[in-house]
């Protein structure tokens, strides 16, 4: 596996997590989805990761949540950091 196989699969499971999070984010605007198999499994997933943004960052008008925005940024940030710390360790090895 070269330096290139793991920086593509750090983005393909970015990829995957981000998409779950923008599907969770749509079924909220859709009633009872959250409450189907899917939205849970979604929830289960999604949430834990959400819950620190939603703690610090509050509702806009008490309605407008802009968290998940703010985690999507972080996890880009996240996961650029992931590639950049395994490039520098293993660049001596390459």
């Known amino acids: 596996m070269t ?16 998409f779950m999070i923008i599907a969770y984010i749509f079924m909220s605007w859709v009633p009872n989805v959250r409450e ?3 939205g ?6 999604v949430d834990p990761y959400l819950k ?15 968290s998940p925005i703010v985690a999507l940024i972080a ?3 996240v996961a650029e950091g992931i590639k950049a710390i395994i490039a520098l360790v ?4 390459v």
């Open 75 to 77: 996890l880009n940030f």
């Open 40 to 45: 849970e499994w979604l929830g289960k997933l």
């Open 52 to 66: 620190p943004f939603r703690k610090l960052i509050p509702p806009i008008g008490g309605m407008l949540d802009i």
């Open 36 to 38: 189907s198999f899917v």
């Open 3 to 18: 330096l290139l196989d793991v920086f593509g699969l750090i983005d393909y499971v970015k990829t995957i997590y981000y």
């Open 90 to 93: 293993l660049r001596p090895f």
